[in-house]
Nanobody
């Protein structure tokens, strides 16, 4: 199992960013997939989940209406379109399959998103 996140960077408040995550080592199309983020000094939190077909999703209240999760099962990749970003969105962003997240879960290196005010 492996995850490679990309697309992070420095963006101004109100701007947009698109993150990508390529997964491997498990039957990707059979798993719900999620984006998580971890702010400095805080626990990692799940912020968005997409169903196996990509036809359903749910979001944490903190990002609802601003972020959109999607997936492409042909290339084992999920995306996070971030619009109207805020300084409080500054964090390292990770992807994973929720049912694979245990105490021994494998995580990628994440991608840093920094929002300037």
């Amino acid at each position: 199992v492996a995850f490679v996140e990309s697309g992070g960077g420095l963006v101004q408040s109100g701007g947009s960013l698109r993150l990508s995550c390529e997964a491997s080592g498990f039957p990707f199309s059979s798993y719900r997939m999620s984006w998580y983020r971890q702010e400095s000094g805080k626990e990692r939190e799940r912020i968005a989940t997409v169903l196996t077909t990509g036809r359903g999703s749910d979001y944490a209240d903190s990002v609802k209406g601003r972020f959109t999760i999607s997936r492409d099962n042909a290339i084992n990749t999920i995306y996070l379109q971030m619009d109207g970003v805020k300084p409080e969105d500054t964090a390292v962003y990770f992807c994973n399959a929720p049912t694979l997240v245990t105490s021994k879960a494998v995580w990628g290196q994440g991608t840093q998103v920094t929002v300037s005010s």
